[in-house]
C-alpha cells in the first residue's frame, strides 16, 4: 500500500512540476480607427450610413479593443481565455447589444485531445461559421462584411472534432442560441463543420448550424496561390426560425496581394440580400452590393490600415446629406491602426 501510495505521489509531484514548467501564453491586439462618411451624414448617436458591426463612428478618433488572450497547454489538455475591454469587443460584438459590463469574454473553454486525431472542446468560442473575426489582426480589411455582421458572433457548446487525414476533418457539436453565455431555453443548436485541403495551401470549410434562431448553411475558402497572392470565398444562406420569409443570403471575395514584408493591398466585393421579412441590414427583400478597398502597412507588430468602402443598394437605404436626403449610394474612408502581441 505505501509503494502505491508513494507511484501516486510521484505521479501528482510529476504532473504538478510539468503543469508548472508549462508556460501560460499572453497575446491580443488593440486597435482604433478614424472614419469619414463622404456624404457628411452622422446619425444622432454619431454613426455614419453604412451599418456593419464595427467602425461605426462618423468623423471621430474612435476605439476598437483590447483584446487580452490567455491560454496553456499541459499534456493533452488546453485552455483558452480571451476578455476584450472596448466598443468592438463588447455590445459592437453582440446583436443582443450592450449588457451594461465594460467587458466582454469572447472565448472560455477548456480542450482534451484523446489521440492526435480526436479532440473535444466545451465552453464558450468564437463560432466556425463565416470568413471573418472579430479580432481585427484576424482580418486584412478593418471594416467587416455584411455576411459578417448579421452573425452569429459566439456559440457556447460543446464538439468534438476528428481528424480523418491531413486533408480531411469533422467537426460536430451542441451549443446555446447564438452570443449568450446561458440559453434559458436549453441547449438548441447543432452544428457541424467538414474541413478539406485539396492540396497546400488551399483550404475549405463546409459549415452547418440549426436551431432557434434559424439554419445557416456556410462555405469558407482560402486559397494562397503564390507567396504574394491570396483568394478568399465566403458564401452563405440563413433562414430565421419560423416561416423561413425572415433571414439572408449573400456572398464576398477576398483578393490580396502583398508587395512586400511590409505592404500589401486588399479588395472584398460583396453581394448581400435579406429574405421577403428582413434580418438586420437592409429593407426586406432589397439588396446591397459593396466594394472594399484596403492596404496593409506594417511596422512590425503595428498595422496600419487606410481604407475607402463603396456601397450601393438596391433601393434607397442611406442618407445623402444631413437633410436625410435618402440615397441608394453610400462611401467612406477610415484609418485604422492595429498591433498585436
Known sequence: MKKILLVANLLVAGFMASAQDAPLTISGSVDSYYKYDFSGYK??????????SFANEN???????????????VGKASFVGDVSFGPRGQHQSLLNGDDGNSFHIQNLYMSYAFTDKFSMTAGFMGTFVGYEVISPTGNFNYSTSYLFSA???QNAGIKAEYAFSDKVGLMVGLFNDWNVYQDLDGVSDFGAQLSVSPVEGWDA????????????VDLTTSYQATDAVNIGLNAADMSASGDGNSGYTGGALYLQYGFSDAFALGARGEYYKEKSDGWAFVPGGESVVGLTLSGNVKAGPLTVIPEVRFDKGSTNMFYKNMNLDPTKNASQFSLALVYGF
Do not use: D
Request: proline share 5%; hydrophobic share 40%; charged share 5%.
Open 43 to 52: 446619425s444622432s448617436e454619431g454613426m455614419g450610413n453604412i451599418p456593419t
Open 59 to 73: 468623423n471621430s478618433i474612435s476605439l476598437g479593443m483590447v483584446n487580452v488572450i490567455l491560454g496553456k497547454s
Open 205 to 216: 470549410y463546409v459549415n452547418f448550424l440549426t436551431g432557434s434562431a434559424g439554419t445557416i
Open 151 to 153: 452573425g452569429p458572433f
